[in-house]
């Protein structure tokens, strides 16, 4: 069966600092992979999907970017976090754009 | 555009009672799917079902049942006998054409004993 990860599950950063979030998915070959954000007051927000290794696209132009370097791994950077960084960040797989399945997300703090 | 309105943003329930969590959506394309997922208090997104546009029949899984009417371009969700556990935010999502799941804003739903 197909299990996805996120690490860490909680994070606290100061402004001005760099982000690193990481996302496997097991148990599946070539999946669609997705980042959502949701900030306080639960609206999901998609900012980033691949289709394959080294494929991204950017929905929300902002302070974050994400990278592909594997057919199982997504992940989330930033190069300087600001405050409104802050907020519940979900990995989703799919099998080409069916359903998707998200996984347990990282709360990330900015202060 | 598409776009998915939960109306409710909070209801709350004593243990046992049914419970609809109402979902209304709009879409210009012929061919969509629509989803809901379930957000209990650890955070993660729990996918409950999927159903496609061509399918207007109504589900049954267990306690949970869904109603798809494209008439009123609705997409609600009951909940029989309703338990603590059910307790957690509920969504209601669409995919269109493009594939892209657009989310309503969710329904937090109290379950007390």
């Known amino acids: 069966s197909q299990t996805i990860h996120q690490w860490p599950a909680t994070l606290v950063q100061p402004v001005g600092s760099p982000l690193s979030l990481e996302c496997t998915v097991e148990?599946?070959?070539?999946?669609?992979l997705y980042w959502y954000r949701q900030a306080a007051g639960r609206g999901l927000q998609l900012l980033f999907y691949?289709?394959?290794?080294?494929?991204i696209s950017s929905e929300v132009p902002q302070n974050l970017s994400a990278s592909r370097p594997q057919d199982r791994q997504f992940i989330l950077s930033s190069k300087k976090l600001l405050l409104s960084d802050s907020g519940f960040y979900l990995c989703?797989?799919?099998?080409?754009?069916?359903?998707?399945?998200f996984g347990p997300g990282t709360r990330l703090t900015v202060l | 555009a598409q776009k998915v309105t939960q109306a409710q943003t909070e209801i709350s329930v004593v243990e046992k009672e049914d419970v609809t969590l109402d979902c209304v959506y709009e879409?210009?394309?012929?061919?969509?799917?629509l989803f809901w997922y379930k957000q209990p208090p650890s955070g993660e997104l729990v996918f409950l079902i999927r159903?496609?546009?061509?399918?207007?029949q109504n589900e049954i899984s267990g306690r949970y049942s869904w109603n798809f009417q494209k008439s009123t371009s609705s997409f609600n969700f009951t909940i029989t006998a309703s338990q603590v556990v059910d307790s957690a935010v509920y969504f209601c999502?669409?995919?269109?054409?493009?594939?892209?799941?657009?989310f309503g804003k969710g329904i937090t739903l109290s379950v007390r004993p």
């Open positions: 989703a797989w799919s099998v080409q754009f069916d359903t998707q399945y």
């Open positions: 879409t210009r394309d012929t061919t969509y799917y």
């Open positions: 159903r496609n546009s061509f399918d207007e």
């Open positions: 999502a669409l995919a269109g054409a493009n594939s892209k799941l657009t």
């Open positions: 691949s289709v394959g290794i080294g494929q």
């Open positions: 148990g599946t070959s070539n999946p669609n």
